[in-house]
């Protein structure tokens, strides 16, 4: 819960260009309908078209990732992106729900179908998809755009934690400092700059953020300590809680070190 009057500041920014691949630190990105430019932009499917996820594949927080906009480097690989004119656009899935994304060719599956040990193809987002709640838009993410957490939120479970854990366990797009602890659960709109980011749904954890994503590894925590004190029911869903899925309502471009403007707390 926020208290008093706070400095509130941006201290981390994280693109993630392959869905489930690691985490890439900016220290500016900007901010688009769809969330941060190049954002889950790429991602790997099996033979039906069903996206992989660290979820059932965990070794795939060690696909260490770069893009620029125009080549996507992955462990050493180098690919040019191919877009809608350069490669055929196959319909895939998220969670079930129905998408697309331009096939990236052979090489690519082959790369990846080598890492995983299992047919995959590389496809890269292209259309337009729905959010779950709130009029927004996304690319290869699960349901939003962005995804908040405060530094203080994740100081709190630290501390409950027999060995404490990093941010990248949570996969956030904007980390926050100043929030106090879950201090974002109390914000219903932001201002960062010119940009305006509305928060509109606590995010609900799941196995994901027990893969250490240097090793690879999947263990239990933290998600067995934040199922303790964090699971709440939101619109009728049951969830274990730790930051905050938001939307982009002005965009524009992030920076390390801007203040953050409450304009608004939820209800």
């Known amino acids: 819960m926020i208290r008093g009057a706070r400095l509130i ?4 920014l994280n693109v993630h260009p ?3 691949g690691s985490a890439t630190p900016v ?9 941060l430019r190049h954002d889950r932009e790429f991602m790997l499917v099996d033979a039906e078209g069903r996206f ?4 059932k594949h965990p070794r795939m927080a060690l696909l260490r990732t770069a893009y620029d906009g125009v080549a996507l480097d992955v462990n050493g690989f180098h690919h040019k992106a191919v877009g809608p004119d350069g490669g055929p656009v196959v ?9 697309q994304g331009v096939d990236q060719g052979a090489e690519a599956a082959g790369f990846f179908s080598d890492f995983m040990g299992m047919p995959v193809r590389l496809v890269r987002f ?5 959010t779950g709640r709130g009029g927004g838009k996304v690319a290869f993410e699960d349901g939003y755009p962005l995804l908040i957490i405060g530094e203080d939120s994740l100081d709190d479970l630290n501390g409950r934690l027999a060995e404490p854990v990093p941010m990248n366990r949570f996969r956030p797009n904007i980390v926050l400092s100043g929030l106090g602890p879950y201090g974002e659960d109390s914000v219903r709109r932001l201002r960062i700059g010119g940009v305006e980011i509305e928060l509109v749904k606590p995010c609900g954890r799941c196995v994901l953020t027990t893969v250490d994503q240097d090793t690879g590894v999947k263990g239990r925590e933290p998600l067995a300590t934040l199922a303790r004190y964090r699971t709440a029911e939101f619109d009728g869903e049951r969830l274990i809680m730790f930051g905050q899925n938001a939307i982009p309502r002005v965009t524009g471009t992030l920076h390390v070190g801007q203040s953050v403007e409450v304009m608004e707390f939820a209800a």
């Open 91 to 99: 319909d895939v899935t998220v969670h079930g729900k129905p998408c």
């Open 27 to 35: 220290h500016a990105a900007d901010l688009l309908e769809t969330g």
């Open 9 to 12: 500041t941006v201290t981390g």
């Open 18 to 20: 392959l869905k489930s």
């Open 52 to 55: 992989l996820s660290q979820r």
């Open 126 to 130: 292209t259309g337009t998809r729905p």
